[in-house]
């Protein structure tokens, strides 16, 4: 279905072309308007018109009314210095909810979907996963859901650091030190062990770069000490995805070892490489730097892999865009990659979005990190965020029993980490604060997981096992108005996010449908109610939408609270 902002922007489109027919390719100018007074939805073109044609706004914004009709709306005013304000019928909204009803049965299809891929996570191997890598992994699986969803067919890749000088040293160290390095804490250990000694021992420095030559020549000790390196890293990270309801496919640096001398070779062949300070490189006009493809020693690195991962996943995956999600402190780097990328014939412009997010931070605004100055271990965060959970429900809720607290508060302590990331914006910091986004008030993931679970209490104390998506809409009160409207914008909150890559602008169309229901809950009664069915019928959408839009950032659903 179309969403309103679609419809309308259909409505004024024509209405400008009409009125003014040297504008007939012009985009209208629409925004969700943020007072009710003012009606639904906003057009400003009218101001923008005004320096075009010089002429003044207002008698613009009139001659652009003029060609409206008035259905399907209740409204059509002119405020101010030309802004038109739009109020769409009961009646109209009536029918479009049952449209949009029949939409979310089937689930909503972009008309001409993609090959997409998120590329995500990416930790490296014989490291804990740290907190850096959270908004990664959250974000980048958000975001893949929601484009999931709407119908594109998307390849969720791990990019995970599985190759390097660091398998080198670690390697050499465990020929040295044979031990239990059957899990990641003891790998850890080891490594920071092996780097310690790489950073002050000349003799097992030079052994740890043989090593590392050995690797690359796939020489069977070396070979077999690194794959049970990288299997035991693996299994540690399956942990975490698993309490955090991940699914991602691993494809590590090392995937493409055996295309690096090609993307050499490639660049040669198309006068792209310079050498400078005996290095390959590779030099853009609108960037200070270049892009190094080939060190001065004749060795590889994370540009030369980043490369051949592009070219790969366009020529072999079939990608029509590729989505990488890592901090923005890597933005030089992507804009280098994509450049490059793109001067190679690999990539065409507009292919490539590197998905950049800020820092998360303490609460004196300083990086998120232990005591000692250490990156805090991701599981260790989650558990104590379940932990957390345990004990705001047992100050909530004190009539439950430790086995119902214990199945609850693994879904409430995940969820309120994951939205409180989520509802940031994403190129922002944000502050880590548990006490903050366990709250049942404002924008939580508990406030929305209150609203579903209130519906779950209707429908046993109306003694119905489900809520049925269907039935009549009658609009009696504002607040029966205002929901409809604010569930008919749901399309509307997904083209955004998907236009912006920002989950926020689901976290925040989510959070405004809740204090719309929690305003009809309070204002339109459901029991012995005339309109009782109608009511029921949007209780039903909004369990449903409700429940599509938290599972599309990565949260789930309580019976009980």
Known sequence: MLSLLSILSSICSQAISKAFPSLETWTPELTQSTKEHFGHYQCNDAMKLARVLKQAPKGIAEAIVAQIPQEPFSSIEIAGAGFINFTFSRSFLEQQLQEFTKALKLGYRVSDPKKIIVDFSSPNIAKDMHVGHLRSTIIGDSLARILTYVGHNVLRLNHIGDWGTAFGMLITYLQEHPSDYDNLENLTNLYKKAHERFSTDEEFKKRSQKNVVALQAQEPHAIILWEKICETSERAFEKIYDILDITIEIRGESFYNSLLPDIIHDLEKKNLITISNHAKCVFHETFSIPFMVQKSDGGYNYATTDL?????????????????????????????????????????????????????????????????????????????????????????????????????????????????????????????????????????????????????????????????????????????????LALLRFPEALESTIRELCPHLLTDYLYNLTHKFNAFFRDCHIENSPYAKSRLFLCALVEKVL???????????????
Do not use: C
Not at 547 to 561: D, F, I
């Open 308 to 484: 051949a991962a592009m070219r790969y996943r366009i020529e072999q995956d079939h990608a029509d865009r590729i989505f990488i999600v890592t901090d923005l402190g890597q933005s030089l780097h992507f804009q280098l990659l994509e450049a490059t990328a793109i001067a190679a014939g690999y990539l065409q412009p507009g292919m490539f979005s590197h998905v950049g997010f800020g820092l998360v931070l303490d609460s004196e605004g300083k990086k998120f990190k232990t005591r000692s100055g250490e990156n805090i271990k991701l599981w260790e965060l989650l558990m104590t965020a379940i932990k957390k959970a345990e004990e705001a429900l047992r100050a909530h809720r004190p009539d439950l029993t430790d086995d119902e607290i214990k199945a609850r508060a693994p879904v409430i302590g995940i969820n309120a980490i994951k939205y409180s990331d989520l509802s940031s914006h994403r190129t922002s910091d944000y502050v880590f604060s548990f006490e903050k986004m366990l709250r049942f008030e404002g924008n939580t993931a508990m406030f929305l997981l209150y609203a579903y679970v209130r519906i779950q209490g209707i429908k046993r104390r109306l003694g119905l096992s489900q809520l049925l998506l269907e039935g009549p809409i009658e609009i009696q009160e504002p607040a029966e108005e205002a929901l409809v």
């Open 547 to 561: 429940a599509t839009g938290m599972h599309l950032l990565g949260l789930k659903t309580l019976e009980r609270l």
